[in-house]
């Protein structure tokens, strides 16, 4: 019989535009489904919208693929007990929370589960940081969550939860904050992985750079303005993914109106799943020189897809230089480094070009490993804390 593991997280499969995190979960269900049970809690509408997702039922078991069951609730506080009610229907082997600062789908499954882990001892209760405790992270609405956290230790439910870190770096930023005494396994996100993608013949002196992401100052988007605006050769950046935040857009959009004529750029909205691999083609190099990333899902795919990468070190891929098929740059230099780097790729003749696209499929092969992968997440599940 096969263990139940109930995930929480605010989106879900329709739902896109939360990015890094729902792929995470969509990953894991496609790869994983045939030894577990999964079933899946979510809101019923994309992020930042109020409109039903297509397709689903609300407050439902919806089948997902026949690999899932999701249950897109219509949260709210008057409803609390409707989620105390679903997880004592599906009486799960694991409960997996994606996230902390969700009330609905983080604190309030975590209190849930806390509440039931008194009586089943045995029971697993996961908890996922997606990068939230990653020091880019916790500066942004730095006051919010100091309170936040401070209450999660106070009402002790970091104690009780097996802390899930999908490298080694996520599992020191986790002890830093929460504790050296912490369990914390680490198992990496499975990856999107993309079919080689064509994009248009190199030219040295020109340059087309893509961004699939957030936009908000977690990715960078005005570093990247402020680097181009110094930067001589012929550069298109083709930008695509949902507004998070829209004063720092209205910035961007600043900064784009001021650039010199050599430097074109183009927004194209928010990408759903479906038309990735068509977005890109339209570009060279994928650029996202983030403050911090958990994962980096778009990464691996535009490296999967052949795209030679710019990003930073305080991503999971600081390693891209040594195998060429791309850099990661110093935060504390970020601005040098990105006139350096976009100026090297603009350069770059079609032999010298091909050879970066090879690369990538080399440091996927490096980096990707999902014998490994499954058996990481198979000690994941089946860790409980006891107390």
Not at 26 to 43: A, G, I, M, S
Not at 60 to 81: C, I, L, M, P, T
Not at 199 to 220: C, E, F, H, R, V
């Amino acid at each position: 019989m096969k263990q139940r593991i109930l995930i929480f997280y605010d989106h879900f499969y329709p739902s896109y535009k939360a990015g890094g995190p729902t792929q995470s979960l969509v990953n894991l269900v496609r790869e994983l489904y045939e030894v577990y049970d999964f079933y899946v809690v979510c809101k019923p509408h994309e992020m930042g919208d109020v409109a039903l997702l297509e397709n689903i039922i609300a407050d439902h078991w919806n089948n997902w693929e026949g690999k899932a069951n999701v249950f897109y609730w219509q949260y709210g506080w008057s409803k609390k007990r409707v989620l105390q009610k679903l997880i004592q229907d599906i009486s799960p082997d694991v409960i997996y929370v994606n996230g902390l600062y969700s009330l609905y789908f983080n604190f309030l499954p975590l209190y849930y589960a806390k509440q039931l882990k008194s009586k089943r001892k045995a029971l697993n209760i996961v908890l996922s940081t997606r990068g939230m405790l990653h020091p880019g992270a916790l500066s942004q609405k730095a006051g919010k969550k100091k309170i936040y956290l401070a209450l999660f230790r106070m009402l002790s439910i970091h104690r009780i939860v097996t802390w899930h870190a999908t490298d080694d770096n996520e599992r020191n930023f986790i002890k830093m904050t929460m504790g050296e005494k912490m369990h914390v396994n680490v198992a990496a996100n499975f990856p999107n992985l993309q079919s080689m993608s064509g994009s248009p013949d190199k030219q040295p002196g020109k340059l087309l750079l893509g961004t699939i992401a957030l936009i908000s100052p977690m990715k960078n988007h005005l570093e990247v303005l402020r680097a181009l605006s110094q930067v001589s050769t012929i550069i298109e950046w083709h930008i695509f993914g949902p507004v998070k935040d829209d004063v720092y857009w209205s910035n961007c959009q600043a900064m784009i109106r001021q650039l010199p004529p050599n430097i074109k750029v183009f927004y194209h909205g928010e990408l759903p799943p479906h038309l990735l691999a068509k977005a890109m083609e339209r570009f060279q190099v994928f650029i996202m020189p983030s403050k911090s990333e958990n994962f980096g899902h778009a990464i691996v795919e535009a490296l999967s897809a052949g795209k030679p990468v710019i990003t930073t070190t305080t991503t999971p891929f600081a390693d891209l230089d040594l195998f060429g098929c791309g850099f990661a740059l110093q935060p504390e230099k970020l601005s040098e480094g990105l006139q350096e780097s976009i100026g090297k790729f603009a350069a770059m003749n079609e032999s010298e070009f091909s050879n970066a696209v090879s690369a990538t499929q080399k440091y996927i092969d490096q980096k990707i490993e999902k014998v490994s992968l499954k058996k990481a997440y198979y000690s994941l599940f089946n860790n409980s804390v006891h107390q």
